[in-house]
């Protein structure tokens, strides 16, 4: 029986060398996040805003939610694998963080995709609620604050359409999830999540080891 192969830097610097699609811009908003305070702790791998194209265009995703912006380089992936009609709405708490992105956003010619939300992310989410009806996205990727992930999630399986996908970032938490002494309220309400996914069947899943775990969720 196979094992889970250990990710060592060496093992890490030759997938990104074989696999990795990068460019200029998306290494410049990279370094700009990374000279932010906790940008580095708080920013999706490369390899992970990849995947997160991917999974937009394999679900041929015209409308997709975005929880959690931060400077917005989730939002440039997914927002440049849409089709030139489609929308990316994304929310952050303040307007300190995206405004890092936008004007990458410009650069890139993704913008007129991208419907900015400031304010509570669960308020936020009820308005979509209100505004576009249940079913009304392809795609949900959740990465805000963690002790609210069950709200979120239940959120979005409400706004996300049947046969939709659900991804939710940081599952792992930094390993924090095996540790029995860490019971902030973010390591908890990861927890708390993953424990609800583990056994709800309203949904299919894999919890994917990679980055600080990425949990794929689609809607029965």
Not at 123 to 143: C, M, N, Q
Not at 150 to 158: A, D, G, H, M, P
Request: proline fraction near 4%; include cysteine.
């Amino acid at each position: 029986m196979a094992h889970q192969t250990a990710a060592t830097p060496d093992l890490l610097a030759y997938v990104r060398d074989v696999s990795l699609r990068d460019d200029d811009l998306l290494r410049e908003l990279r370094e700009a996040t990374a000279d932010l305070p906790g940008g580095s702790a708080m920013q999706v791998m490369a390899e992970e805003g990849q995947l997160l194209a991917l999974l937009v265009g394999l679900t041929g995703a015209r409308a997709v939610l975005e929880i959690g912006t931060f400077t917005g380089y989730s939002t440039l992936c997914m927002a440049r694998a849409l089709p030139a009609d489609g929308v990316l709405v994304s929310c952050d708490i303040e307007e300190r963080w995206p405004s890092v992105g936008t004007d990458f956003w410009k650069r890139d010619g993704v913008d007129g995709r991208i419907d900015l939300r400031i304010g509570d992310a669960a308020g936020t989410l009820d308005a979509l609620l209100a505004e576009r009806g249940p079913e009304s996205f392809d795609l949900v990727f959740i990465d805000a604050d963690k002790a609210n992930y069950v709200r979120y999630f239940e959120s979005s399986l409400e706004l996300v359409r049947t046969g939709g996908l659900i991804v939710v970032d940081n599952t792992l938490f930094f390993g924090r999830v095996a540790d029995p002494a860490a019971v902030d309220p973010d390591t908890e309400g990861v927890r708390a999540l993953n424990r609800l996914l583990c056994r709800d069947p309203r949904v299919e899943l894999s919890m994917l080891v990679m980055a600080d775990g990425i949990t794929l969720a689609r809607k029965r």
